[in-house]
């Protein structure tokens, strides 16, 4: 996105205003539908330089009962939390427009600006690339995203904090730097050109100017129509099915082999999970009846509920369907939780969103990379990620769905979805291949159970743990 | 609620889990009926009793995806905070069951059991009496609470505390009291007392018994079913409409006094808000065009964006119908959000809701004393609450939306709906009438504006905050 000083013109004020308010309805009414969109406004710069009254002004502008605006003071980074974490739950839905400043630039920059958290120049490019990244798979998910920097020239800002009142000194020195120390003005400066190349630059020296150039730009955003294509135009390379998945068979256990070998093990796993630093996020994933719940059931039985949460994956509401696909992930596993253990997981967009067509083709394909980085960033902050597709046989899967009807408090598991699901065998273990190939990383390796034999998967769910833990 | 020792049985498991999961099934389909409702089930109890556990027998035995566990360590009492405010946002929505170990009762507890924040017998049993009242209003508000005591002799603890793994002593360290000292088992159990007459006990001294009733106990309440009368039986005594909102005349200030003086008072204003140690809620309400956005934007005037926040509230969205009406403001108004600015609010409730018959005459009738206890504990963990009513008249209204439609970028403020309402006026008079008189309490007064005169009304507002703030 290139800036586009030369076009600037005034608009008439009133002009502007029934611009962007029709603008404004014009993208509610995208919700639900094939060019849904939200846009997201990332606001940060130079203290004093206006953005607060931009924005206020921009709000008399807009219908203000479309536009929400988050503003809170910079984040610390705290190792355990993605520099997303903090926002992800004010990513707008469809049809809504958010104004965040305070944003996960502004978090960086005042961390780096602390010297005593250093951050060199290699790892503070890194976390931009990071956050391009999340940027784009936010548009790739219907989610717009401009950003807008406020400039001031030292010297205007210099007049402007001697004009100030004494009130106002006290509550931007909360907030802010040292603004009259010319050297971490300059730092500062240097430190976003790092990341400002595609921002959208607003000159603050003329308070109309500024108010306007900033309206027009969330303007002329409003306007733009994004285009959601639906295929990629490549060929899609199937992964090759492993045969662990069309025969998957293990050695079995005695009963009392096994009793002893659990108990040993449900304790070793309770001890590593609590004793270890960082969080932990268990994956479950496989056809129905594999045998997920019987598996969570062992790792968390030498465990307290209050060490642990579950989540029991199903189809997302409609407030959530809104939003990025991802977006009730980032806002489960939070830097606060442990131990998060999912029955079913953010793979349904790659199992059954795929196989049910209930996305594009593009869409699936592009999110293999796009759960690679969500893992990676929880990696990279101090999350281990430990992902099971427990492999059944076709067969099998049938003396299970047959065992449960026979039994009264078991038949609640069996519904005709489950039959349905069974029907769609072959897609499903096509969608699995693809799956476990292009989301095996290293930094979140899948684990292939074979499970036909219970008792055999159970063990090797816990002893995987255990090595997991202790590998990284 | 009284305790059923003696009608108590071992049931098969079998059976208990098949009902269990009935019930479970029906729960979930009184989503938006008539007999809608939700269970929350509280649970505290001695450490090491054996909670944990039961809850997870109870998992095994119910449809786990339709149960949700919430677990949490205590939160140290927070002045800013009321007792429900870190639980709210998981308060169940109506076909869901959640369970509270940790909640606030543990809070109080643990708050209680430290010295250095000593809470006297009086103020102990006030908030068991605000906490009551709380559980009163989500009862009428289709959210079913019960509350489980996991109780413990002191023998049996300590022999249980003999038997622990070590990885287990670190961890219940780290969560609980020191158990060891029978002083303050003892404290405990004292303190409990004072609040557990209308707990549901569970002897915990075997595992079998402990969980069968814990389950036993929950399928009851899940059979229970609530019954939502819609009418009180009383006879609703409506209150005089008092004269200044038929005749909504204030003296007029001419254009040169109203300017000098409105640029005092939004300076005045700013630093009020900003140096008060308490957060600030303010409310307006009032007929449409009454001049609610015009007042909103004097207050924020001097105020920087990141300073407050300001809510817009129309419709509640789905997820936000299913629980108690007041649930949106109960997540909404935070300890850390010092300045929160509400255009429209929870006055919906006895507005709108009633005026349109979205309610039955019970529900709106009870709502003034919801409104009053939510004000009340608001104020006594120091959030002011300043409430305005803008009264205009019938004909200034017709004028200003005749305005508003000539004006471009004014327009989308009136609507069909904007005119639906105004054909309502006198309902909406009597309804304004009712709350003023309902709700003006001592701690969260009423303010009356005439608004004919805008720019009057607007001074008065500032005035009003400053008084206000000043005042408590």
């Given at each position: 996105m290139s800036q586009a000083h030369t076009e600037f013109k005034l608009m008439e004020e009133e002009q502007l205003s029934v611009e962007l308010i029709e603008a404004q309805y014009a993208l509610k009414n995208?919700?639900?539908?094939?060019?849904a969109k939200s846009l997201l406004i990332l606001v940060s710069g130079i203290?004093?330089?206006?953005k607060g009254e931009s924005v206020k002004q921009l709000r008399e502008w807009?219908?203000?009962?479309?536009l929400r605006v988050k503003a809170d003071a910079p984040h610390p980074?705290?190792?355990?939390?993605?520099?997303?974490q903090p926002y992800a739950r004010f990513i707008?839905?469809?049809?809504q427009i958010m104004v965040m400043f305070g944003n996960w630039y502004s978090d960086l920059l005042s961390t780096a600006m602390h010297v005593s958290k250093k951050i060199d120049d290699t790892m503070f490019d890194n976390y931009v690339e990071k956050m391009r990244a999340y940027e784009e798979d936010l548009k790739n998910n219907h989610v717009d995203v401009i950003k807008i920097w406020f400039d001031l020239s030292w010297k205007s800002l210099q007049k402007r904090l001697d004009d100030m009142e004494p009130s106002e000194v006290h509550w931007h020195k909360l907030h802010g730097l040292?603004?009259?120390n010319k050297k971490q003005y300059d730092s500062l400066q240097k430190l976003r050109q790092r990341f400002t190349d595609d921002w959208i630059m607003i000159d603050c020296e003329d308070e109309t100017i500024r108010d306007q150039q900033f309206a027009q730009h969330i303007l002329r955003a409003l306007e733009h129509c994004p285009v959601h294509p639906t295929s990629s135009g490549i060929t899609w390379q199937a992964a090759e099915i492993p045969e662990v998945l069309l025969n998957p068979v293990s050695e079995s256990v005695n009963e009392d082999d096994y009793k002893a070998e659990l108990k040993k093990l449900t304790k070793k796993v309770a001890d590593a999970l609590r004793l270890d630093n960082r969080n932990v996020s268990i994956v479950f994933e496989g056809?129905?009846?594999?045998g997920k719940g019987g598996a969570i059931k062992r790792i968390v039985k030498?465990?307290?509920?209050?060490e642990y949460e579950i989540y029991t994956i199903s189809a997302p509401e409609a407030f959530e369907i809104?939003?990025?696909?991802l977006w009730r992930f980032w806002t489960k596993i939070?830097?606060?939780?442990k131990i998060n253990i999912f029955?079913?997981?953010?793979?349904g967009r790659v199992l059954v969103e795929r196989v049910e067509g209930l996305i594009s083709p593009l869409e699936w394909q592009r999110s293999y990379d796009e759960i690679n980085r969500f893992e990676k960033d929880l990696n990279d902050h101090q999350t281990v990620v430990i992902k099971f597709w427990l492999a059944i046989s076709k067969d099998e899967q049938e003396l299970r769905f047959k065992a449960r009807q026979e039994t009264a408090h078991k038949r609640?598991?069996?519904t005709d979805e489950d039959w349905r699901n069974r029907s769609r065998w072959d897609d499903y273990l096509v969608a699995a291949a693809d799956m476990l190939q292009r989301t095996s990383t290293e930094y979140a390796p899948w684990h292939i159970i074979p499970s036909n034999d219970k008792n055999a998967a159970r063990l090797e769910i816990l002893r995987t743990i255990l090595k997991q833990l202790k590998a990284e």
């Open positions: 995208t919700k639900g539908e094939k060019n203290e004093l330089a206006g807009v219908d203000p009962r479309y980074f705290n190792p355990k939390q993605t520099l997303w707008p839905a469809e049809g040292d603004w009259r056809m129905d009846a594999a030498k465990l307290d509920p209050r809104s939003r990025p696909y939070l830097p606060e939780e029955d079913r997981s953010w793979y609640f598991k069996i």
